[in-house]
């Protein structure tokens, strides 16, 4: 099983700034990439960010040129620097890893979430 435990979340000022951290524990065998998503009350969960283990980014584009994913390495954090935060990015925050291992020749891919972390943006 895998771990993931997000922290950062917070009350901010609309034009603030916040940095969402994610640490993975657990058996990890292999990652294909680590994401960011978010869910808005009454809304959809939807992507924000995700990195691959080759190190490419994508953004939702509402997020692009303010939000900046970020992982030194295979077992460092996954990050989410935050910056000029809207009242629109109000939302509970989750951090999510996508892997998976072989055994022999049979894949196995694994897909795991964290609890969340709540982020409120205050206009």
């Known amino acids: 099983q895998v771990q993931l435990v997000e922290s950062g979340g917070g009350l901010v000022q609309a034009g603030g700034s916040l940095r969402l951290s994610c640490t993975a524990s657990?058996?990890?065998?292999?990652?294909?990439?680590m994401a960011w998503y978010r869910q808005a009350p009454g809304k959809q969960r939807e992507l924000v960010a995700r990195i691959t283990n080759g190190g490419s980014t994508n953004y939702a584009e509402s997020v692009k040129g303010r939000f900046t994913i970020s992982r030194a390495s295979a077992k460092s954090p996954l990050y989410l620097q935050m910056n000029s935060l809207k009242p629109e990015d109000t939302a509970v925050y989750y951090c999510?890893?996508?892997?998976?291992?072989?055994?022999?020749?049979?894949?196995?891919?694994?897909?795991?979430w964290g609890q969340g972390t709540q982020v409120t943006v205050s206009s």
């Open positions: 999510n890893l996508d892997g998976g291992r072989y055994s022999g020749t049979s894949y196995y891919p694994y897909n795991y």
């Open positions: 657990g058996s990890i065998f292999s990652i294909n990439a």
